[in-house]
């Protein structure tokens, strides 16, 4: 197709499209002409996830770009994929996340860190040393103990069960796709996306068991 | 204690104190005299909670003032505090979230809205009728779809049972707190800053469930 139907079926302007080729989000249509170009189906269900990326997600485009380089370098190998989509996008913090790279404070951090770490030894999980979702624990840890809250490691172990049971149902759904790289872009799609419908879930089901053990 | 004094013990600024005051997030002090006053423990404990609420988890000044006024107003009871704070706060969908009050795309929305109202019928949940929550799951649905996964809300409902044990973990800890408005002070820090803490948990997890299935 061309760029204008590549435009209509997704919604996405021209001018945008263009933009994502010229930044390597989208990769170059065939040439069929010095400056036409055809696209494919591959193309419009990629740009569809680029604008779920930025769009919904609020992604910025550099990182859309390490989660589908992701994608292509590794498609074939699904955990190396998975590790590379969890750790190309940091665990989103709101406006607090610009302190997260400060290098004077590395005295304080090293209490909050190793208390992740203890967490991960008492799971017993295998897990790369560092990854930024590591640092958001130990903040939140860091920021709820500021506030006067009694919350160590040991508070998250229940929570880290639960995580667990949601990660086998992560991936048992990995399982249903054939092709490899559907396999990846459903990864990101459970991934990232899912994120808000989590939140949310819980939101509703604390509503519910509030509802149940204080009203009525 | 006076300002200056609240000011070192916060770490946050005179200046970023009397905004919080102006835009009545603080509660004002106890005059001492024209031009000063004195503050209490409980500002101080105040003040961490604001500085968490707009610096770690990037809510603005309107919603932190609908959650600490839904604190102030329905300390005493607690399933009230849960409802405002739940429905205050809209769970964070990025840079997306701009779409969500459009009124031209009521014929768009149905389909997505009864979805969700499926799964709450299917989980048998207490909640009311159109939260936040709800319109983030059926916003979910439909980017899924627009990607081309098979995804509906019966693949949410496992998810929702996993939502389910945490809303229990999460009542449970404010047992504990005999001040009702301590507890419901508790509610804001489990409901809204433990959220990137439990993203973060999921990640871990899934990469550890990837390592065991699919290296070594």
């Given at each position: ?83 590379l989509v969890l ?101 990101i799609?459970?991934t ?25």
């Amino acid at each position: 197709m061309r760029i204008s139907e590549l435009s209509r079926r997704s919604g996405v302007s021209n001018a945008t499209i263009k933009f994502y080729l010229r930044e390597g989000l989208l990769p170059a249509g065939r040439a069929t002409a010095a400056t036409q170009a055809e696209y494919s189906e591959q193309h419009l269900r990629r740009l569809r996830l680029i604008r779920a990326l930025i769009g919904v997600r609020g992604l910025t485009v550099q990182q859309t770009r390490d989660v589908l380089g992701a994608v292509s370098e590794y498609g074939t190998d699904l955990h190396q994929v998975l590790g590379l989509v969890l750790g190309a996008r940091p665990v989103d913090t709101g406006a607090g996340a610009e302190s997260e790279d400060g290098d004077g404070d590395g005295d304080e951090k090293e209490p909050g860190r190793s208390e992740v770490d203890e967490l991960v030894a008492e799971m017993g999980w295998e897990i790369s040393p560092h990854s930024a979702a590591q640092s958001v624990i130990a903040e939140t840890l860091e920021t709820m103990r500021s506030l006067g809250a009694d919350y160590g490691w040991r508070s998250l172990v229940p929570y880290a069960r639960i995580a667990e049971e949601t990660a086998v149902l992560d991936l048992d759904q990995l399982k249903e796709e054939e092709d490899l790289l559907e396999r990846a872009e459903r990864a990101i799609l459970l991934t990232i996306l899912l994120e808000p419908a989590l939140l949310a879930l819980r939101r509703l089901a604390q509503e519910n068991e509030s509802a149940k053990r204080h009203s009525r």
